[in-house]
């Protein structure tokens, strides 16, 4: 009979889990979208909803992370492009109305009594 020692099973070797990467423009687009929203308020939109597409388009071809992140920059940038026109409208209409209510064209009521004057 021989004598065979029985060995300890050998461990598996350790593998590392793959790790999947997080697009960087669909980071940009969330940041630039919230500084458009608070900083920057035209160009940080436009920069969010630019990055946002072309983040989106990568994240097809590529298996990365990140769709939440250029989705929500998208939202963000389109929030913040439709404020800024709404804003200029309403700038717009402004000017009109003050304009044509007269102001600015120089012509004062010299006949109304000033207050805290004796005259």
């Known amino acids: ?61 590529k298996p990365e992370q990140g769709r939440g992140m250029a989705l929500a920059g998208l939202i963000t940038g389109y929030v913040g492009v439709a404020f800024a026109v709404l804003a200029s409208i309403a700038l717009i209409a402004f000017l009109l109305l003050v304009l044509q209510a007269g102001y600015g064209t120089g012509t004062m009521n010299h006949n ?3 207050r805290g004057f004796n005259s």
């Open 1 to 61: 009979m021989a004598t065979e020692k029985a060995s300890a099973p050998e461990a598996p070797a350790y593998v590392p889990a793959p790790t999947v990467t997080t697009n960087v423009l669909a980071i940009v687009s969330l940041v630039t979208g919230i500084a458009g929203l608070t900083f920057v308020p035209f160009l940080g939109s436009i920069a969010a909803v630019v990055t946002g597409h072309i983040s989106l388009h990568q994240l097809k071809a």
């Open 112 to 114: 109304m009594p000033m």
